[in-house]
């Protein structure tokens, strides 16, 4: 088993706004799970902006995602590790796709968490093709964005039948 590359410091993550952003405030330092810790550290932001309308909604999850590829890629250069494990950001932001348009109700998002932390770890074709062949800040963005568009689909989907 590999072993799991060093964290930043509290003082570093404090001293570096990309390094805060990118280890999702500090969630991604956790030693085990740090992808899950940091989509629970997404859920009460995602329920914040659950309160926007739709297209104000749309445009914070489209700016994290533009920003979130620069982000991670400079905390893997900062680090010199790609896609460190405590790299979170993704998640935040897959988690915020994952919500998109989500019916009213308080237990939709904790489905969407659930949901987008089965296609992250699962990684279905063709985010795991992604995965293993887009590099940089994109390329450990995108496979979250595709987990989290697959994890809303099947949301969509169960709403559909539910209602």
Sequence with gaps: MASFPPVPSFAQLVRSPVL??????GS??????PGT??????????YLLLLLP??????????AGVLGIWICHA????LEVHDHP??????????WVTCIALPAGWWWPLLGFG??????????????????????????MIDDILAGLFAAVVIQLLALILS
């Design 75 to 78: 905390a893997s250069r900062k």
């Design 28 to 33: 991604g330092c956790a030693r085990k799970a």
């Design 20 to 25: 805060l952003l990118a280890f999702g405030f």
């Design 115 to 140: 949901l987008f932390r089965l296609f992250d770890i699962a990684k279905p074709w063709p985010i795991s093709w992604l995965d293993r062949h887009v590099h940089g800040g994109l390329g450990i």
């Design 86 to 95: 405590g790299i979170v950001w993704d998640e935040f932001v897959g988690l």
């Design 54 to 63: 739709l297209p104000g909604y749309l445009a914070v999850v489209l700016l």
């Design 37 to 46: 810790f940091g989509t629970l550290a997404a859920l009460p932001l995602t």
